[in-house]
């Protein structure tokens, strides 16, 4: 009998972050197919008998190519395998899992979507950072910094004019060029960008500086991937929002 197929989003790295459904899910797999920013405690919780399989490394760089990936679920699935797919934060969102389940669908295989908590909302969460608030941000904009990871493209000249909180993942590698970008197309210079590095996590560090400064700062920083971008007045209120602090036990 054909298997069953679960894409589970793994939360952004506090384990405390994943869902009872994705747990649940977890303990009842035979095979667990992951990627790179899937925690430990995470992969705790697969029985001990089941499969692991690491699929993913860096954004765009993957142990297995994505072609392959999708042709492994099918195949642990057509084994009769009860397979989860874990992927970071949430599987719909910059995970390439609408391919996946493309993929599953065309070929017949029976999957269920069980939502992750994305880093778009949790690193600014756990920084402070509320990505809308009633007189500074109407709403968000979330878009990738990885432009060639999306064939659309994203339009900065637009983006640059908007009033409300603008959220870049992926942006690291291009971060001097996106801000030069949105101050080019009309952003100002001393726009609060907060960048959070494995937010949720021990982990976690933030830098707070200006759209104008924010490469240098992070570059000083040596803050890398991954790492939520945002930019906006909210920034302001992680001067009083700050709670969580890796270091600070009454955080967790
Ligand atoms: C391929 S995307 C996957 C996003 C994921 N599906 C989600 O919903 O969070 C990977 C990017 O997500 C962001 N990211 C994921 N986990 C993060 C974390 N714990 N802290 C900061 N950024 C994170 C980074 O921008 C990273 O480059």
Redesign the pocket.
């Known amino acids: 009998m054909t298997g069953h197929v679960y894409l589970i989003g793994a939360g952004?790295?506090d384990p405390g972050l994943l869902t009872l459904k994705a747990k649940d899910c977890l303990e009842k797999s035979s095979v667990v197919i992951y990627d790179r920013?899937v925690s430990e405690e995470i992969l705790a919780m697969v029985p001990c008998d089941a499969e692991r399989i690491y699929v993913g490394k860096a954004?765009n760089s993957h142990v297995l190519p994505q072609a392959d990936i999708d042709a492994l679920l099918v195949e642990k699935a057509r084994l009769g395998h009860t397979v989860s797919r874990l992927?970071?934060?949430?599987?719909f969102?910059?995970?390439r899992g609408g391919e996946e389940a493309e993929a599953l669908m065309s070929k017949g295989i029976s999957f269920e979507i069980i939502p992750?908590i994305?880093?778009?909302m949790a690193?600014p969460a756990y920084a402070g950072i509320p990505l809308t608030h009633r007189t500074l941000a109407a709403g968000f904009h979330v878009v990738t910094g990885h432009e060639c990871l999306h064939s659309l493209g994203t339009p900065w000249e637009v983006l640059a004019l908007s009033s409300q909180t603008l959220v870049i993942?992926?942006g690291m590698g291009h971060l001097r060029e996106i801000s030069e970008k949105l101050i080019a197309n009309g952003r100002a210079a001393d726009t609060p960008v907060a960048v959070?590095?494995?937010?949720?996590?021990l982990k976690q560090e933030v830098v707070v500086g200006t759209l104008g400064e924010i490469a240098r700062v992070v570059e000083e920083a040596r803050l890398q991937?991954?790492?939520?971008i945002v930019i906006g007045d909210v920034v302001r209120l992680r001067q009083t929002l700050r709670w969580f602090e890796p270091d600070m036990a009454w955080s967790r």
């Open positions: 952004p790295g920013l954004a992927k970071g934060g949430d599987p969102i910059f995970g992750g994305s880093s778009v690193a993942l992926m959070i590095q494995w937010g949720t996590t991937s991954p790492a939520v």
